[in-house]
C-alpha cells in the first residue's frame, strides 16, 4: 500500500504527485521523455527525498518533513532502466542478494522467469531479455511491500516479454508501479494509468476513461487519437496556425477537438462538395499496422489518417506525397476546456 | 601499424631507447662470471630478504588504509576533501629525503609523537625494521590511494543505491559489490606502490638509518656498494632487476584502465 | 630556388649540428681557478685554507666536499679536479694524478654524545652494549675501516655514509652515542665528548693527490706554515 502526496524541486520544473496505490493494485505510469516518471520511482524507493509532504508505505510514513527512511528498511523492489546487474555475480546469486530473500522462493521464481538454465551464469553475460528477468525477479525475491519497474519490457524479445507479463498480470499481494510508453501494455497490465507530464498528474483513471476522453495532447496521442487544441466561435475554430475547422454544434471559446484517425479521407485531387474540413498535407510518414494503414500527415495541421489496405492501394500512396485530407464536422469531438 | 603517423613511431623510439639505454649498460657491466659468488654473500642475502619483507609489509599496510582513504576521498563531499586530497598526495611531490627527515621531525626521538612513544613506552622507531617499513609506507601508499580512488569513482552510484534498495547493509555493498569490482584496479595500485616502496631510498635512510639485517634494503646496500666496491653494487642491481620484473610481469594486464 | 636548397642542406645537417651544440653545452667553460675535491671531514679546514689561498696566490679556488669514496667514484666516472684531498690514500689508486702528498694532515677518532645529554654517563663498555642507541661510519669508508681498527665490532644501530652524517644524528639527539673525527668535536658545539678520551691513533690519515701547474701549486701549499696553523686549530694532529 503506497499513498504519495508531496513535491520534489527538480532543475527544469517541479514534479507534484498526488497517488495512492492498493496492495493488489498494478499502475501504470506513462508521459513525455524528460516528465519525471523515473524521478517519481527513485522517490518512492528512497534515492529521492520529497521536498513537501509525505510519504507512506504501507501506513508507515517514510519520507516526511521531519523523517526519512534509508531505502535500505523501505523494503521497496526498484528495476531501474539499465537493469544494474551485478555483473561479477552469476544470475542465482544476483537473485539471492536479499538478506530479505529465502531459498524457496528463489527457486520458485527462477522457475517462474524461465531462468534455472542460466543460473549459474554470470550476470554480465546475459542478453537484454534476460538481464531484464534477473532484475525483476531479483527485487521481487527481496520480498518488497511496492514493486517499481521503469521500463520493464521495453526493446525485449517476445518470449521474455511473455513471461514478465504473465507475473504481472497474476501476482497478488505487492502494489505495484510501472513505467511505460507503451499505452497496450499499459492497458493490458493495469486497472488504472496515471499520466505525468512535466512534474503533474495531468490525467489518471481506467484505459476506457483516458480513451474515451483524453484530456490533453499526449493522452489522446496515447490513445491514437488526433487532439487539436483551438478557439471556437459558432460554429467555427480556429487553431494556433490559423486553419479553420468547421464544427458541427455551435460554441464559443477555447476547446480541445479530436479528430479520430479512421474518419480522415485522403484524396489525391481537392474533393468538392457537403460541408466538409478539406486540408491539404504532405506524407510524413507510412505504418502498415493489420488491416489497416497510419499515415501521419503534415501541413498547417500535423495529424495522422487510418485508412484500409484497400483504399492504400487505390490511392497508391507514398511518403511525400501531397494529399488532400477530409473529414465531416459530424465526427469531431469538441470538449471545452 | 599503418595508421601510425611516423612521428610518433620515431618519438617513441628515441623514447623506449632512452629508457632502455642504462638498463641495457648494467647489463654490459655485469661481472657474470663472478656473480655466483657475489650473490652467495650474507650482505646481498639479507638485504634481498629484508627488502621484500619490507616492501610486502608496506603494500599490506597500505592495502588495509589505503582502501578507506580512498572510499573517503572517492565519495565524501566535505568541503575540506581537497585538502584533505592534497595531504594524502603530499608524499609523491615531496623529495624522498625532506619526508625522511618530516618522519624523524614526528616519530624522531625528539618528535612530538615519538617522544611520548618513547617517554611512555619506551618505543623507539628510528633505526628499526618497522621504521623502514614507516618510510616505505609514507612514500607508496598516494600511488595506491590515487589508483583506487578513480576505480571507486568510475563505479556507479546508482549500482551501490540499488544494492541498497534490496535491503543490503553497507558493508556487505562494500564487500560484495564495490570491492569486486575494483579488484583490478586495487591490484595495479598494489603493484605500482609496492614497486615504490622496494625502491625507496631517501626517506628509509634518513629516517630508518643504514644497519644490516635490519633497515639496509637493496637500495642502500647499492649506494652503499658503489663507493666500497662496484661489483657488488652490480650484482645487487641485478637482483632488484629481476626481483622487480617477477612481481610486475604478471600484473602486466592490469596496467590497462579497461574492465 | 637556392631558399630550397638552403633548406634541404639544413635538414640534412641537423642532427650533426644539433648533436654538435649539445656536445659543446657539455663541454663547460675553460676553468680559470683549481679545482679541489676534499674529504667531506675536512670541510671546515679546508673552506679556510682555501680562503687564505686565495688572499695569497691570486688564484681562484672551487671546492667540493662530500665522502672520499663517493669523491673517487665521481673522479673514476670522469669528473675533473686539479687536487683531490682523501682521507684513504687507495682511493687515489687508478685515477689520473701525478704528485701524491700523504699523511699531511691526520684525523683521530672519538665517542661523542649530544650535548644536552651532559648529566647522562657513558662508558667505553657502553658500544657493545644494547644501551642506547649508537651511530657509526659504515665499513667501507675511511672513517669506518678505522672505526673498526680502534674501537673493533660495535653495537650500532645505523652504519652512516659518510662521518658528517653520523654527526648529525648526534647532533639531533636522534642517538645517544656516535663515532666521529677529534675535528667534529671541537667544530660542532652540539656535541660533546662521551667520556674523557685521549687524541690517539688509529687514526685517519689525509692524502693530496694533485695534477698541472695549478693542482701542484695548491698541493704545496698544504705542507705551508699557514695551512698547518690553520690544520691543527682545527683540531687535526700533523
Known sequence: MLQLNGSLDLEHFTLKARLEIKENETVSLLGPNGSGKSTLLKLISGLEKLTTGNLRINTNIVDSE??????????????????????????????????????KEVSKLINLFDLEHIQDKKAGNCSGGESQRVAITRAIASNPQVLLLD????????????????????????????????????????????????????????????????????????????????????????????VNLILSESIQGPVNIVIPPRSIALYREKPIGSPRNVLMAKISEINHVGE?????????????????NNAFEVLNLHKGDEVWAAFKATELITTPT | ????????????????????????????????????????????????????????????VVFVFGIPIAWFLARSNFSFMKLLRAVVLLPMVLPPVVGGTALLFAFGRQGFLGKWLNDWFGLTLPFTTAGSVMAAVFVSMPFFVVAVESAFRSISEDLEKTAETLGASSSKIFLKITLPRIFPSILAGLALSWARALGEFGATITFA??????????????????????????????????TSLAILIPFR???LPSR | MWLLNVRETV?????????????????????QGVNIYAASSLTEAVSVAVERYEEISEVKTKVVFAGSNHLAAQLRDGANADVFITADADLIEGLDFQEILEGFAYNALVVVKPVDFIN???????????????AICSVGVPCGDTTKAKFGIINADTYEMNVKAVLSRVASMEVDLGIVYATDLKNEPKVIEAWPQEIACPCVSYAAASKGKKGNKFSDFLTSDIAKEIFSDHGFSL
Request: glycine fraction near 6%; include cysteine.
Open chain 3, 11 to 31: 635538414n640534412k645537417y641537423l642532427p650533426v649540428f644539433a648533436i654538435f651544440c649539445l656536445a659543446c653545452f657539455g663541454c663547460g667553460k675553460e676553468e
Open chain 2, 209 to 242: 638509518g643504514n644497519m644490516p639485517g635490519e633497515t639496509q634494503t637493496l637500495p642502500l646496500a647499492i649506494f652503499l656498494a658503489l663507493e666500497t666496491n662496484p661489483e657488488a653494487a652490480l650484482a645487487l642491481s641485478l637482483v632488484m632487476l629481476v
Open chain 3, 120 to 134: 647522562k654517563s657513558f662508558e667505553l663498555n657502553d658500544l657493545t652494549q644494547d644501551k642506547g642507541l649508537i
Open chain 1, 292 to 308: 489497416n494503414v497510419r499515415i501521419n500527415l503534415d501541413g498547417q495541421l500535423n495529424f495522422m489518417a487510418e485508412i484500409t
Open chain 2, 1 to 60: 601499424m599503418n595508421r601510425i603517423p611516423k612521428a610518433v613511431v620515431l618519438i617513441a623510439t628515441i623514447a623506449i631507447l632512452f629508457l632502455l639505454s642504462p638498463l641495457i649498460g648494467l647489463l654490459q657491466r655485469m661481472p657474470w662470471s663472478e656473480l655466483a659468488n657475489l650473490l652467495g654473500s650474507d650482505v646481498i642475502l639479507d638485504a634481498f630478504l629484508l627488502s621484500l619483507f619490507v616492501s610486502f609489509s608496506a603494500a599490506l
Open chain 1, 151 to 242: 521500463e520493464p519490457s521495453t526493446g525485449l524479445d517476445e518470449k521474455s516479454k511473455q513471461i514478465i507479463h504473465r507475473y504481472l498480470k497474476t501476482q497478488k499481494g505487492v502494489a505495484t508501479l510501472l513505467i511505460t510508453h507503451d499505452p497496450l501494455e499499459a492497458a493490458s497490465l493495469s486497472e488504472r494509468l496515471i499520466i505525468l507530464e512535466k512534474g503533474e498528474i495531468t490525467q489518471s483513471g481506467t484505459p476506457d476513461e483516458i480513451r474515451n476522453s483524453p484530456a490533453t495532447p499526449y493522452s489522446a496521442s496515447l490513445v491514437g487519437l488526433n487532439f487539436v487544441p483551438a478557439v471556437a466561435n459558432g460554429l467555427v475554430a480556429m487553431t494556433s496556425k490559423g
Open chain 2, 253 to 255: 594486464d592490469q596496467w
Open chain 1, 66 to 103: 521531519n523523517t526519512f527512511v534509508h531505502s535500505r528498511f523501505r523494503n521497496v523492489g526498484w528495476v531501474p532502466q539499465n537493469q544494474m546487474l551485478f555483473d561479477h555475480l552469476t544470475v542465482k546469486q544476483n537473485i539471492e542478494f536479499s538478506p530479505n530473500s529465502s531459498k
